[in-house]
DNA sequence: ACCTGAACACCGTTCAAGT
DNA sequence: ACCTGAACACCGTTCAAGT
């Protein structure tokens, strides 16, 4: 998903304070770098994995110099945090209208559908490791925070919304049941990539059997 | 947990196809040489992460030469498999006897608190590296898929024994439901070092209430 | 300001030489 | 057989020099 300018500008940009990237004249080259080099990085993630990708790589993909990219990333950690920021919250407009339209369980397999099939696609590990290195490296995980921040928001809205209609046990906490949703979803699918179960349409129906006893409202 | 060589020959030994480790004379000295790396390595990750500990610095702790070290382990992947195939199992025992005292769910939040308080003493970004490894690489997930299958097995009987109780829901697939708890534990655990919370006894009582909803018996 | 690419520092792994 | 440690190949990052 492509942001604009204003949008990088209003979500936590941790680029702001490092004085390498400081000195960036034109904002629209900027970002047109930025943007090139993280779909190098994507494709070179993809096939090889974080670490087994090396820096030369992703250069040669981007068609540029090891020194052109260091202006725009401050290191290769930096680069697979701008990458899952950029990825989070592409599909919460989707959420939303289909929480609208045809309730929160429904719209939550919607989420969980299109989470599921990048892990059979492939994207399990880098997954794996960009969780790996936000847990480590507090300048990787804070600008992720914020964007899940904004995407835990929105389910907690339409969570509200469904235990108002009946349709969710209205004695949760609607922060932690988003969370706890949120994690079993991220669980299901490392655990299913771990033990190379690729079937998308079974780690859906196990993601909703246990979405559904769990918000189902108790009497 | 140290493991006796006889269960390490029993459990899927990854090395003993390697031609490298072929000629190992005295299996008590090789035994004793891969504990004394396995600890030193701990160590090493613990402080700085898998991917920023070096060699060097395991060979240091582990007071033993880069040669040496590479006649008993083949590169750097397999020494966190080991690892994490030596960790895991650890707390089956526990787990069985909680089981038939306690009841399922008891059991099972004695061992979440023992995997939660994992993740609260730091070792969260390990646990997520391993699972990254595994994901991406053959050679580290095939002897841990071994050692998990162990305990997924123990945790279905004993969830087979609860549903003959009417502890828990009597149609509910054992296999899917252990898999699905591994997975929430597992989900729930790396969430919460991502999120930055530490707070052992909230990530149980966020995982009891989950667990409770999902396995209790419908009518 | 923006870029290049050689140079630097470092790290995983190997291997000739020693006991 | 078991070990050492220097050497090798490689990679992330920097920086002097160019436009």
Chains 1, 2 share one sequence.
Request: one cysteine or more; proline letters at 2%.
């Amino acid at each position: 998903m492509r942001r604009s300018i204003a949008a990088q500008a209003v979500s936590g940009n941790s680029r702001l304070g490092d004085p390498n990237l400081a000195r960036l004249a034109d904002p629209e080259l900027a970002e047109r770098r930025r943007r090139q080099i993280m779909d190098a990085a994507i494709a070179c993630f993809r096939r090889r994995g974080f670490h087994q990708a090396t820096m030369a790589e992703i250069c040669a993909e981007a068609e540029i110099s090891a020194g052109a990219l260091y202006r725009y990333f401050s290191s290769k950690a930096d680069i697979i945090g701008a990458i899952a920021e950029d990825k989070r919250g592409e599909n919460d407009e989707a959420f939303m209208r289909a929480a609208e339209q045809h309730g929160f369980i429904a719209a939550l397999c919607l989420s969980a559908r299109s989470f599921f099939e990048k892990f059979a696609e492939g994207d399990g590990a880098l997954i794996a490791e960009i969780m790996a290195e936000a847990i480590r490296d507090n300048a990787v995980s804070e600008p992720l925070r914020t964007t899940d921040s904004a995407s835990v928001q929105i389910f907690i809205r339409a969570l509200v919304a469904a235990q108002a209609r009946g349709e969710v046990d209205a004695t949760l906490d609607p922060e932690i049941a988003t969370n706890t949703l949120f994690a079993t979803l991220e669980g299901i699918g490392l655990r299913r990539a771990f033990c190379r179960e690729t079937d998308v349409e079974a780690a859906i129906s196990q993601f909703r059997a246990l979405a559904e006893r769990y918000l189902e409202p108790r009497k």
